[in-house]
């Protein structure tokens, strides 16, 4: 079991940057795959970015792409979402998630783990 608590979120103009922050709790982290995902409203769930266990290896959905980089301290127990040239698309609520086998996965379904979320608003 792991407990995830997202933090980071918030308004921003269009072309500004933040940074999600994802602290998860028990002694395990690094045998997670950890990933991000978002939902704006009246969409399904949509997969962002994906991060391997030890953080060698990542992947994202197109659009994000050269604009969002995931990365984790398995140190810190947190896995983290930089994200730069923000779009008014880029509005949702993102959510951090956890599995332990789920690597190369983009469906929700499949990763077990969730946070509450949190809310990012790009304001054109």
């Known amino acids: 079991q792991v407990q995830l608590v997202e933090s980071g979120g918030g308004l921003v103009q269009a072309g500004g940057s933040l940074r999600l922050s994802c602290a998860a709790s028990g002694r395990t982290f690094s045998s997670y795959v950890m990933g991000w995902f978002r939902q704006a409203p009246g969409k399904e769930r949509e997969f962002v970015a994906a991060?391997?266990?030890?953080?060698?290896?990542?992947y994202y959905v197109d659009s994000v792409k050269g604009r969002f980089t995931i990365s984790r301290d398995n140190a810190k127990n947190t896995v983290y979402l930089q994200m730069n040239s923000l779009k008014p698309e880029d509005t949702a609520v993102y959510y951090c998630?956890?599995?332990?086998?789920?690597?190369?996965?983009?469906?929700?379904?499949?990763?077990?783990?969730w946070g509450q979320g949190t809310q990012v608003t790009v304001s054109s």
């Open positions: 998630a956890a599995d332990p086998i789920a690597y190369g996965s983009r469906s929700s379904r499949v990763f077990d783990f």
């Open positions: 991060i391997s266990w030890r953080g060698d290896n990542t």
